[in-house]
T-cell receptor
Framework: EADIYQTPRYLVIGTGKKITLECSQTMGHDKMYWYQQDPGMELHLIHYSYGVNSTEKGDLSSESTVSRIRTEHFPLTLESARPSHTSQYLC???????????????FGEGSRLTVL | KNEVEQSPQNLTAQEGEFITINCSYSVGISALHWLQQHPGGGIVSLFMLSSGKKKHGRLIATINIQEKHSSLHITASHPRDSAVYICAVSSGAQKLVFGQGTRLTINP
């Protein structure tokens, strides 16, 4: 059973607001990822982390930032949301340590963001 | 050319048919993943392969490392199998490279 959680599932906010999308996993995985996906389109990596205090930008340019202060927590922050940020954001984890230590991927349910 | 190519992009079949989705990649990999995404839903990992073949229920995944090719098969397909199936490979710095996905529709 995958234990990776994202909140909020749905969020509608106005332009200029600061938002944080939360992602937590209880499997002790070292690797965590944030993907952006528009409806019917491919997944695009925006941030990833290979462990505490390790974060890297992904292939898709993003105005968001992430932090990894604890193994289980990988929040994504938009300082000033814009309509172009409207999308689904998916968090994932994998690892050779902790539960399900096979490198298999586990995804959260996603956070669907709408910026008006 | 994308590093991971899936075919077909769209597939419609009748219930009960045998389904094959293909994935070819051009990079060296440490593992290949098959993922499933239902409309409006999250993503579920179906298989992770580094060699050979794996089976789970009606799903079978194979990989040929020499040919850089993997296939996902569904036997006795059912409308609930309708989803987007995504091939992804782990390579190099362990980042994932995704295929564009195959949209499968199974009609009753």
């Amino acid at each position: 059973e995958a234990d990776i959680y994202q909140t909020p599932r749905y969020l509608v906010i106005g332009t200029g607001k600061k938002i944080t999308l939360e992602c937590s996993q209880t499997m002790g995985h070292d690797k965590m990822y944030w993907y952006q996906q528009d409806p019917g389109m491919e997944l695009h990596l925006i941030h990833y982390s290979y462990g505490v205090n390790s974060t890297e930008k992904g292939d898709l340019s993003s105005e968001s930032t992430v932090s990894r202060i604890r193994t289980e927590h990988f929040p994504l922050t938009l300082e000033s949301a814009r309509p172009s940020h409207t999308s689904q954001y998916l968090c994932a984890s994998s690892g050779l340590t902790g539960v399900s230590n096979t490198g298999e991927l586990f995804f959260g349910e996603g956070s669907r963001l709408t910026v008006l | 050319k994308n590093e991971v190519e899936q075919s077909p992009q769209n597939l419609t079949a009748q219930e009960g048919e045998f389904i094959t989705i293909n994935c070819s990649y051009s990079v060296g990999i440490s593992a290949l993943h098959w993922l499933q995404q239902h409309p409006g839903g999250g993503i579920v990992s179906l298989f992770m392969l580094s060699s050979g073949k794996k089976k789970h229920g009606r799903l079978i995944a194979t990989i040929n490392i020499q040919e850089k090719h993997s296939s996902l098969h569904i036997t006795a397909s059912h409308p609930r199998d309708s989803a987007v199936y995504i091939c992804a490979v782990s390579s190099g710095a362990q980042k994932l490279v995704f295929g564009q996905g195959t949209r499968l529709t199974i009609n009753p």
